[in-house]
């Protein structure tokens, strides 16, 4: 996987607490929709994960509503409308691989959640 980073400008988009574990937000970046995620493993590690919040086949902004998991290794977001799965890592849909949403990458810094303006692009 490669980042494009023709901008690594880092922006505080919210503060750790604004996201329950195991769930998402949406925040407006760059007057876009985002989704941002709060995503805990089984040894208690915490991950961050940034998409869009658009989704390619409902047509709305709904997937910071969707529902956080694990199919085959892989962190998906379940779309809350018609169930298709997000890798939260590479935004590309588990049922449909020619359909992707972008991501983001996003750092923590000390109880701010920055993202980066860049989109992460698989290659």
Not at 103 to 121: K, Q, W
């Amino acid at each position: 996987m490669t980042t494009n980073m023709t901008n690594k400008q880092w922006v505080a988009i919210c503060n750790i607490d604004d996201i329950l574990p195991n769930m998402g937000r949406c925040a407006l970046f760059n007057n876009k929709q985002v989704a941002i995620f709060r995503v805990l493993d089984s040894a208690g590690g915490e991950s961050f994960y940034a998409i869009d919040n658009y989704c390619p086949f409902s047509h709305a902004n709904t997937l910071s509503r969707g529902i956080t998991g694990n199919i085959d290794g892989k962190t998906v977001i379940s779309s809350p409308l018609y169930k298709q799965h997000f890798d939260l890592l590479t935004g590309i849909c588990l049922e449909d691989k020619n359909v992707k949403v972008n991501t983001y990458p996003v750092r923590l810094d000390g109880h701010a959640v920055l993202m980066s303006e860049a989109t992460i692009n698989v290659s």
